[in-house]
């Protein structure tokens, strides 16, 4: 009778067991969050902790093909009617801009935290997800891509330019002294730090405190400080002192590189990886002043949470754990993704002797060019200023055309285009 009666409890006891596991699954099937991103755009180590720290959620993180094909596909669902299979968190790069527009297709951070967010990343750098109201966040900032001046120390020390970072960060502080080592660097040894007048325009103008459109979105890219970025880059290319017309990252621009023609370049934290595998041969010839004129930035990614989503607090709570000073100082370890977080930026975990650049601890440049960014709002239609000003620029230089007769004719095309 008494192993009856022990069975029977046992058989209850099993069956509450597995009413309770059901609930459970049941329960973190109903938590779960769904993120979209793209190859290298999350640190998959720091994805895994997800689960750790949040265990009643069923975390799914779905890797996409990068570049335009993402793009488009969030674009895709953004216009659909269906969110059944939309994701609750997605990646966003710097393109993050061109769906401030479309703010109501995602949650508004300001209410889960967006205010504390903005205490402890750079303001430029969370403004960039914010409306121009002021009044809705879409985006907790991932990483941040500052600008340095990589350059050939071996070259430009036998011409006398400058014999440490710190001497040339000096000398391209201002306009006029950046002129002078471009002008000293070409006499000296023929070799080039400005690719194309186009990228060189970019650049300039990522180092602004204005950029072509105001806060209300009205279109100021035909005003002076546009125009003076405009004469500036065309002054570089009358002195003689661009290089070419390539596109930066390309393979005419490895092989100047590897020719000892392109000796300098104003670029973002991420091309260290870059120069690195297109350049093995100059390993330790290599160093990084602060960029020329001011710092800038070129890049960088954030992590949105779409409206659609039924458990829009705890997605936003994870948005933030993943970008927490810890996970970004991880991410930088592990896949170079520069940390937006000011904590992290102070870190001296980030610093380390980098063999390539002749023993300099080159994060030391790149996190005081991300304190050093100047805020300014981007319009969600720059891509089609941009491209009108950088085609005018091509034909400037390939075709000889008048710079002041291209600068009209872009104008000309984005009025046009702006339905202006």
């Not at 509450?16 to 779960?32: F, P, Q, R, Y």
């Not at 689960?51 to 674009?75: C, N």
């Not at 948005?319 to 930026?345: G, R, V």
Request: glycine share 6%.
């Amino acid at each position: 009778m008494k192993k009856i009666t022990l069975l029977i409890v046992g058989v209850l006891l099993m069956a509450i067991l597995g009413a309770c596991g059901n609930e459970s699954s049941s329960a973190k099937e109903d938590n779960k969050i769904t993120l979209w991103y793209w190859n290298r755009g999350l640190d998959e180590a720091v994805l895994e902790k997800v689960k750790e720290e949040f265990p009643d959620v069923e975390f799914v993180a779905q890797k996409l093909p990068p570049g335009s094909d993402y793009k488009t596909k969030l674009s895709s669902l953004l216009a659909s009617k269906n969110s059944d299979d939309a994701p609750d968190l997605v990646l966003m790069n710097i393109w993050v801009s061109e769906y401030l527009p479309h703010a109501d297709k995602f949650a508004n951070l300001y209410e889960y935290g967006g205010a504390d967010l903005e205490k402890i990343y750079p303001t430029w750098k969370t403004s960039q997800a914010v409306t121009g109201d002021g009044k809705t966040m879409i985006a907790v900032p991932v990483d941040t891509a500052p600008t340095g001046f990589f350059y050939r120390e071996d070259i430009f020390s036998k011409a006398g330019i400058a014999n440490s970072p710190e001497e040339l960060s000096e000398k391209v502080s201002t306009w006029d002294g950046y002129v002078d080592v471009l002008t000293t660097l070409k006499e000296k040894t023929g070799g080039y730090a400005v690719t194309s007048i186009k990228d060189a325009f970019s650049n300039y103008v990522n180092k602004l405190d204005n950029r072509v459109f105001d806060e209300n979105d009205n279109f100021i890219g035909d005003q002076q400080h546009i125009k003076e970025a405009w004469d500036k880059v065309i002054e570089l290319d009358e002195k003689g002192l661009v290089f070419g017309n390539i596109d930066e990252l390309s393979q005419e621009w490895n092989a100047a590189l590897n020719n000892d023609e392109i000796v300098g370049y104003d670029g973002p934290v991420w091309a260290k990886d870059i120069l690195i595998d297109t350049t093995p041969d100059t390993a330790g010839k290599w160093k990084v002043s602060r960029s020329p004129i001011n710092d800038g930035n070129d890049g960088g990614s954030f992590l949105a949470v779409l409206k659609s989503s039924k458990n829009p607090e705890v997605s936003a709570e994870i948005a933030k754990f993943i970008n927490s000073s810890e996970n970004q100082i991880t991410s930088y370890k592990n896949l170079s993704l520069f940390p937006a977080e000011m904590d992290a930026l102070e870190s001296d975990e980030l610093d380390h002797n980098e063999e390539f650049f002749g023993g300099q601890n080159t994060t030391e440049i790149f996190a005081e060019s991300a304190k050093n960014v100047k805020e300014a709002y981007r319009g969600s239609k720059e891509s089609i200023v941009f491209t009108a000003f950088r085609d005018e620029l091509d034909l400037v230089k390939v075709k000889g055309k008048d710079p002041e007769e291209a600068w009209l004719d872009a104008l000309e095309k984005i009025e046009r285009d702006l339905g202006l």
